[in-house]
């Protein structure tokens, strides 16, 4: 796989790029999302197809007329700023319950496709060091970011890092493809001192001991399970169909406690009512996916020897007595008796 030189003016990219980016715009500073598609023919629900492509030139043109609307010309840094791990969903939770840095962000580029398939994060070994960049994936090729893009993507993946990690980390160097700017004191504030521009590629450089650095939430039973969860949803990606596909983004939401049709849609990129009817024409509904992945995600959780209040709590009930009557529902007995049952088995 060879890294393309193309110019950035003549490529498509997947339309899903734009989604993340206009949603953080409209709900902080309440930009005209309508308006800025409008006048190149887009509107959401194009954007909402999962093979649309774009222009790559219409991210540039996005981040000028935000930063202009804005009037913050660092607009690039607040927006990879604003990454959480517990607004991602089960690819958050990976990150969170890892051991240390490095065992998180080699979950990032292993589960990235969960939450984009057009960026590809790559982390290499270099002699006594580590180095984290991002590439766009496009037609088997890998293709550099632009100045916009690596200011979001880096400083998003640095602020993840520190939500995590035990203690500050701070990269030993940053290099960037783009030219030097004229202001240096938000790339300082972000990225630390050490800064080279004019380079080959855009990437963050850290020493081995930052990345042994623990997280503040490492759990390894709890990191095993969301793994099975995020294979999952990998494995319906590639092989399922459209009903297949919404039961991983309700696999997915699972790590935010939110299941509601509402927020799947959204993870979807497509407004609800048309979520259910597509889902109508494959005889199903929302409502039954939850109760299919409820189903099996409570059995595994009792597995895990998740305490029956907190399994509720995980699957979205309000009460544990709630859960208890669906669950006797599914199995035909509560969930103590299917404990113990399955402790028989074992033996």
Request: charged share 25%; aromatic share 10%; hydrophobic share 35%.
């Amino acid at each position: 796989m060879r890294t393309a030189k193309t110019d950035h003016r003549e490529r498509m990219v997947r339309a899903e790029i734009l989604w993340p980016i206009l949603m953080f715009l409209q709900k902080r500073y309440g930009f005209n999302s309508d308006l800025f598609l409008s006048a190149r023919g887009l509107d959401m629900r194009t954007l909402q197809g999962k093979e649309t492509q774009v222009n790559a030139r219409y991210l540039s043109e996005l981040y000028d007329e935000a930063t202009r609307f804005t009037g913050d010309p660092n607009l690039s840094f607040k927006l990879g700023e604003w990454a959480n791990p517990h607004s991602l969903g089960v690819f958050g939770y990976l990150l969170l319950h890892s051991h240390d840095i490095n065992e998180a962000l080699q979950k990032l580029c292993r589960y990235y496709p969960l939450i984009g398939r057009s960026l590809k994060p790559l982390l290499d070994e270099t002699q006594n060091r580590y180095k984290l960049s991002f590439m766009f994936s496009h037609a088997g090729e890998l293709i550099a970011l632009g100045k916009y893009q690596s200011e979001i993507h880096l400083s998003a993946a640095l602020s993840l890092i520190n939500k995590i990690a035990s203690e500050k980390i701070t990269p030993e160097y940053a290099t960037f493809r783009h030219s030097q700017p004229d202001d240096l004191s938000e790339y300082r504030r972000v990225f630390g001192n050490k800064l080279y521009f004019d380079e080959t590629e855009n990437a963050l450089i850290f020493s081995k001991e930052a990345l042994a650095i623990k997280t503040l939430y490492e759990n390894p039973s709890l990191l095993q399970m969301f793994e099975k969860e995020a294979e999952t949803y990998l494995g319906m990606e590639i092989s399922g169909g459209f009903k297949e596909e919404i039961s991983g983004l309700i696999l997915i939401c699972a790590g935010e406690l939110d299941f509601s049709l509402e927020t799947v849609a959204l993870k979807a990129k497509m407004h609800p009512r048309l979520l259910q009817k597509r889902l109508k024409a494959e005889g199903s509904n929302h409502t039954q996916l939850l109760k299919e992945v409820r189903k099996k995600l409570s059995a595994r959780y009792l597995r895990e020897k998740i305490d029956i209040s907190t399994v509720a709590v995980y699957l979205g009930y309000s009460e544990p007595s709630a859960f208890i009557r669906a669950f006797k529902q599914w199995y035909g007995m509560t969930p103590g008796e299917w404990t113990a049952s399955q402790s028989g088995q074992s033996r």
